[in-house]
């Protein structure tokens, strides 16, 4: 159980910058995942932590101790790799024990270990099988539980179901989740899958570029996405963005979009958005919070021609041009219109997102003025 | 009617016809067939430069000297008989055993440290350590002759500089047997090289970071990760270099050609003196053919091996 700490972290390879100063903080117990597109520097980053890779320059704090020059196996740690790394010519228990016996510990004990960790992942019946007899769930699950048997300050997970099929992948996130719940430790997990990172993580670490975009919970990342990256990258189907210009029309404020779409902008906003002014801007809008007309709930209605129709079961993503630009409507099943036909929209634009091009920040806009996810009504 | 029956008779033959090159056609698509076809060059050179020559070879065995009587198993009694074959058997053993141990070893530790060499010069070495084995065997032995000549050697000429011993490489038999071993080590330990160089570099690198992580020091890496994902390699190259070193030829023909006093002769040297040069063609027969049940047991124990642990890992 320990905190992990980095400090100002960069790692160079030959000239190019992998990871360019990052400071994270992660709690005890804290369950933290490292996200963003590939070539971010996340797997980079929980590989100097692992200690796999050395830092160029700043520090890795674990557990209070500062580990820069310490060899992995003096960290403390455990990880989990995307390939499992199981060795091949072990059974699944001296897979399990290897770390344990290397360090001599007395054989009741590495049995009682390796005993309770394959409980704990329902692997017993496989403790004498060698990798190879074993499916890829299996393997996932040994290479967890070589993990917990070494009761580590810290778990470290490099994209461990990236390798399996879709349904698995979801059946062990929800297995990792419940691991972490009994065996409360520090984890850092890295994916690059946003699903991943929302569903398990307290807190997300948004990487791009080697830096860190934005840190956060799920919620905040959802709903109040610092830049435009992360706007973008957190959540399926991604946001729409439009280029607009922010006009002003008897005291109220709205977003000029092209092709003739103009947007009221919620009163409460205005305060904050007036200093933008007749400057162009880009507008986000998540497709959820574009619909079709409900008798329930305000926003903004317009016509627009709708290009194609993806029946989803439970919804229906319905897209269309505006001036060159995809957008996407998440509408109910009943309300879809076919492609060609003339559909009714209506964009809840308490919602809305307005981002400034000049540094792709996100408007901040402040708690007063904003809507919640979970509280909708008006 | 009448011109019906012949219609059918007709169409029977086209059918008939038509089914023989179909099932021909069906045959040559099969493949088990197809593999036969690509396999059949091989099988032309295996039988007729290993298979005929190896039961010709059986056949000369039972005759007598000038190869015009049976004396069926006559030959054999007779070299059980003579000091010198079991000196070659002795000899043999001594040279192939003693030379694949160190060539193994020597080809494990430069495999290593080719391997942890950075990428850029790493070709430049591999390169340069494989000459030994690439350069035509007679030549570069008659280069080491003259390095070991007991009358030129340039090794002696180097002891003599710093007041050292004069050895008789060639001419002591104790020396001649290390010169014979000390020669096939430089010329094969380049073969090991390169084999475990290609072992090490498929054992996937994330083993060695989960063996870090679990702890282990670069000597338990090599025991508990290296070697065993390396075992079946290390077999079978085990034992083709046993097969090519116990039949080698050149290096103590070159060398020694067997001398002194037959102490150097390997199975096929004196196979070759007995058989061509002193004109005994059925007793070089039967000394040719004692390898084969030698070789035979060592291939049947270390492929046993390598099918097993294919079948763990």
């Known amino acids: ?378 | 009617m009448s011109d019906t029956i012949p219609r059918t008779a007709a169409s029977g033959n086209t059918a008939a016809a038509i089914a023989r090159p179909g099932s021909l056609y069906r045959m040559s698509r099969q493949r088990s067939t197809i593999a036969f076809l690509f396999a059949l060059p091989l099988l032309v050179v295996i039988g007729g430069l290993i298979v005929y020559p190896g039961v010709y070879a059986m056949y000369l065995s039972t005759l007598n000297t000038r190869m015009n009587r049976f004396i069926g198993l006559g030959n054999y009694t007779f070299l059980f008989s003579r000091d010198t074959f079991w000196m070659v058997v002795e000899q043999s053993c001594l040279f192939a055993i003693t030379a694949v141990i160190f060539k193994a070893l020597i080809g494990i530790v430069t495999a290593h440290l080719v391997n942890n060499l950075p990428s850029k010069g790493q070709r430049k070495w591999r390169g340069m350590l494989l000459i030994p084995w690439v350069m035509p065997l007679s030549l570069s032995t008659l280069g080491w002759r003259w390095l070991l000549d007991p009358t030129y050697s340039a090794f002696n000429w180097l002891f003599a500089q710093v007041g050292g011993p004069q050895i008789g490489w060639l001419s002591d038999p104790m020396w001649a047997r290390f010169s014979a071993i000390l020669v096939n080590v430089w010329f094969g330990a380049p073969f090991f090289l390169i084999m475990y160089l290609a072992a090490l570099k498929s054992v996937p690198g994330e083993l060695y970071e989960a063996a870090s992580i679990d702890g282990a020091t670069a000597w338990q890496k090599l025991i508990h990760v290296t070697l065993p994902m390396m075992r079946n390699i290390i077999s079978i190259t085990v034992l083709f270099s046993l097969i090519v070193t116990f039949a080698n030829y050149d290096i103590v023909n070159v060398l020694t050609a067997g001398g002194p006093r037959n102490m150097t002769h390997v199975f096929a040297t004196w196979a070759f003196q007995l058989g061509i040069a002193s004109g005994d063609i059925p007793l070089g027969a039967s000394v040719s053919l004692f390898m084969f049940p030698i070789l035979g047991v060592c291939a049947f124990f270390i492929l046993r091996g390598v099918r097993q642990r294919g079948r763990e890992i």
């Open chain 1, 1 to 378: 159980m320990a905190q992990v700490t980095l400090n100002k972290v960069v790692k160079k390879f030959d000239q190019t910058e992998a990871v360019r100063g990052i400071d994270l903080d992660i709690a005890d117990q804290e369950f933290v995942v490292l996200v963003g597109p590939s070539g971010c520097g996340k797997s980079t980053t929980l590989r100097m932590i692992a200690g796999l890779e050395e830092t160029t320059a700043g520090e890795i704090v674990i557990g209070g101790q500062i580990v820069n020059d310490l060899p992995p196996k003096d960290r403390d740690i455990a990880m989990v790799f995307q390939n499992y790394a199981l060795y091949p010519h072990m059974t699944v228990f001296e897979n399990m024990s290897f770390g344990l016996r290397l360090k001599k510990f007395p054989k009741a004990e590495i049995k009682q270990r390796v005993e309770r960790a394959a409980r704990i992942l329902d692997i017993t019946e496989l403790l004498q099988r060698r990798p190879r007899q074993l499916s890829g769930g299996q393997r996932q699950r040994v290479a967890m539980g070589r993990a917990i048997v070494r009761n580590p300050k810290v778990f470290l997970f490099d994209e461990p179901l990236s390798n399996l099929d879709a349904k698995l992948r979801v059946q062990m996130r929800t297995e990792i989740k419940k691991v972490h719940q009994q065996v409360r430790t520090t984890t850092v997990y890295v994916t690059h899958d946003q699903v991943e990172a929302m569903t398990l993580a307290d807190r997300v670490v948004v990487m791009n570029g080697g830096l860190i975009e934005q840190i956060g919970t799920p919620h905040e990342l959802y709903h109040t996405p610092k830049t435009r990256f992360v706007a973008g990258f957190i959540g399926s189907p991604a946001m729409n963005f439009l280029p607009c210009r922010l006009v002003e029309h008897s005291g109220a404020l709205s977003a000029q979009m092209g092709g003739g779409l103009t947007l009221p902008v919620p009163a409460e906003r205005s305060a904050t958005y007036r200093s933008y002014l007749n400057r162009d801007l880009i507008f986000g809008i998540r497709p959820e919070h574009v619909t079709e007309t409900r008798s329930y709930g305000a926003g903004a209605e317009f016509t627009m021609p709708v290009d194609v129709v993806e029946p989803m079961g439970m919804e229906t993503m319905i897209y269309f041009v505006v001036d060159g630009a995809e957008v996407c409507a998440r509408v109910s099943p009943e309300a879809a219109l076919q492609p060609g036909e003339r559909m009714r929209f209506m964009a809840d634009m308490r919602h809305m997102h307005l981002i400034d091009p000049e540094n792709d920040g996100v408007i901040e806009v402040p708690a007063s003025a904003r809507v919640n996810g979970a509280a909708t009504a008006a």
